[in-house]
C-alpha cells in the first residue's frame, strides 16, 4: 500500500510525525511525505522536522506565499504531477490549513481516496478561511477521522454517512505525550530569564486579529494592562510581525517594559514554555487543545472555537478582543483561580495507531 501524507505549514508537521512513526515500522505500507512549502522559513519548517525526528520529505513542492488563491492553485499544480507520477492508493490531509484543501481536491478529482485527520472541526464562521477549508476538505473525504465528539456530531449532520467517520482523538497529543520528557531539557525559560517566575505566553496570528491596526492597538492595550503580573512572552508569527512593521507598531509594541518579542520557536522550546507557562493567551487551534492537555489556563482571543470540548471540559475561555474580559481573566488566573480541566477521550496517545489501523483494516483486510 502506499500512503502520501501531505503537510505545508506548522501546524501540520506535529500531525503527520506519530502517523509517520506507525507506518514506518509497518513492511506492506510505503509512506511517502510531501510538504507543500507553503511554511518555508526555518523557524516555521526545518526546525519541527528535526526535533519531532522526521525524515526529509520524499517530495517538497516550495509553493511559497501568495494570496490564498494563487498558493491553493500552485499547491494543486504540483500535487497533481506528484500524484499522477507516484500513484498512491491514499492521500492523507491534517488540519485546516490552503494546502490541506488543495491536496484533498487535488486528490479527489484523480480518484484518489482521501483520509483528513482532524476532520468535523467547526468554528461555524465563514470569515475563517480555515473554516472553508475544513468544510470543503470534509466534504471530499472517503475517511473523516475526528478527534472529539463535536466533530462526529458536525458531521452527521452534514450527512457524511457513519461508515466514513472515526472518533480517534488528537494526533497532535500523540506528538505532545511523546516529547513532553525530551521538552523538559530546553534551555529556552533560561535564555528568556523565566526559569523561576511566572510569565504569560502569547501567540497570535489569525488574520482577524493581526490583519487590522485596530486589533493590533487593542493587543497592545492588554499588554500594556496585564505587563504588572510578570513577563509576557511573544514569539510573533511571521505574518503577525510583517503587519506590525506596515502598521509601524513595532516600536510601541517594544516599549512595553515585560513584553519579550522574539521569532517563532521550535517545537520542544515551545512546549517547554507552555508547559510552564501561567497563562496562555492565543488565538491558535492546536494550543487551545495543547493548553487544555497540559492543564495549563488559556484565554482565546477569538469569538468562537471549533474545538468546543477545550471550553467545555478543558481550560480554554473565549475573550475575542474584549480587553476589560481578557485583562479580568488574566488577573484570575494570577490570583490563582481558574477552573480546572478534564482530558476528552482517546486523547491518550494513541490516536495515529487508531487512524492506521482503521486504513489498513479497509485497505488490506488480511494483513489486519
Ligand atoms: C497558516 C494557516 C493557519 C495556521 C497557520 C499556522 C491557512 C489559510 N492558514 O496561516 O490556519 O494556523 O498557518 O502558522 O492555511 N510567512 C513567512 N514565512 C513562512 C510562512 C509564512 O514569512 O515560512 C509569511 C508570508 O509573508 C505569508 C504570511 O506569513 O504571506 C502568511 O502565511 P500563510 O501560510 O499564507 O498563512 P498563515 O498566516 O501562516
Not at 41 to 60: A, G, H, I, R, T
Not at 166 to 172: A, C, H, Q
Not at 212 to 222: A, F, K, M, P, T
Not at 345 to 362: P, T
Request: net charge negative.
Amino acid at each position: 500500500m502506499k500512503v502520501v501524507s501531505v503537510v505545508g505549514a506548522r501546524p501540520n508537521f506535529m500531525k503527520v510525525a506519530p502517523l509517520h512513526r506507525v507506518f514506518s515500522k509497518m513492511q506492506n505500507v510505503h509512506h511517502l511525505i510531501v510538504h507543500t512549502g507553503q511554511h518555508y522559513d526555518k523557524n516555521m519548517s526545518k526546525v519541527f522536522f528535526d526535533d519531532l525526528e522526521l525524515p526529509e520529505p520524499d517530495v517538497y513542492l516550495g509553493v511559497g506565499s501568495g494570496t490564498h488563491a494563487e498558493q491553493t492553485a500552485r499547491i494543486m499544480m504540483e500535487f497533481e504531477k506528484v500524484l499522477l507520477n507516484e500513484k498512491p492508493d491514499l492521500v492523507i490531509v491534517v488540519g485546516d490549513v490552503n494546502s490541506t484543501v488543495a491536496c484533498s481536491l487535488t486528490a479527489s478529482k484523480l480518484r484518489v481516496p482521501v483520509a483528513h485527520v482532524e476532520a468535523g472541526l467547526r468554528s461555524f464562521d465563514r470569515t475563517m478561511p480555515e473554516e472553508i477549508n475544513r468544510v470543503v476538505t470534509d466534504a471530499l473525504s472517503d475517511y473523516l477521522f475526528a478527534t472529539e465528539e463535536a466533530g462526529v456530531t458536525n458531521l452527521k449532520n452534514e450527512g457524511v454517512g457513519e461508515e466514513k467517520i472515526f472518533l480517534v482523538g488528537d494526533v497532535m497529543i500523540d506528538s505532545l505525550m511523546l516529547y513532553q520528557e525530551k521538552a523538559k531539557r530546553s534551555e529556552i525559560k533560561k535564555s528568556f530569564d523565566i526559569s523561576a517566575c511566572e510569565y504569560t505566553l502569547v501567540t497570535l496570528h489569525r488574520a482577524s486579529n493581526v490583519d487590522n491596526r485596530e486589533s493590533l492597538l487593542v493587543i497592545l492595550d492588554i499588554f500594556r494592562a496585564i505587563e504588572k503580573h510578570g513577563k509576557i512572552i511573544f514569539p510573533i508569527h511571521p505574518r503577525t510581525r510583517k503587519r506590525l512593521e506596515e502598521f509601524d507598531l513595532l516600536s510601541q509594541y517594544s516599549m512595553v517594559k515585560n513584553l519579550v518579542l522574539t521569532n517563532p520557536i521550535g517545537y520542544l522550546d515551545f512546549l517547554s514554555i507552555m508547559t510552564d507557562a501561567k497563562l496562555v493567551l492565543t488565538d491558535s487551534g492546536g494550543i487551545q487543545a495543547e493548553t487544555t492537555f497540559l492543564n495549563v489556563p488559556c484565554v482565546t482571543l477569538r469569538e468562537n472555537t471549533e474545538q468546543p470540548c477545550t471550553v467545555e471540559s478543558g481550560t480554554n475561555v473565549l475573550a475575542g478582543l474584549a480587553v476589560e474580559k481578557v485583562v479580568d481573566l488574566v488577573s484570575d488566573c494570577y490570583a490563582g483561580t481558574w477552573k480546572k480541566g478534564k482530558l476528552p477521550e482517546f486523547w491518550d496517545g494513541k490516536a495515529a495507531e487508531r487512524i492506521v489501523k482503521a486504513l489498513v483494516n479497509s485497505f488490506m483486510p488480511n494483513d489486519s
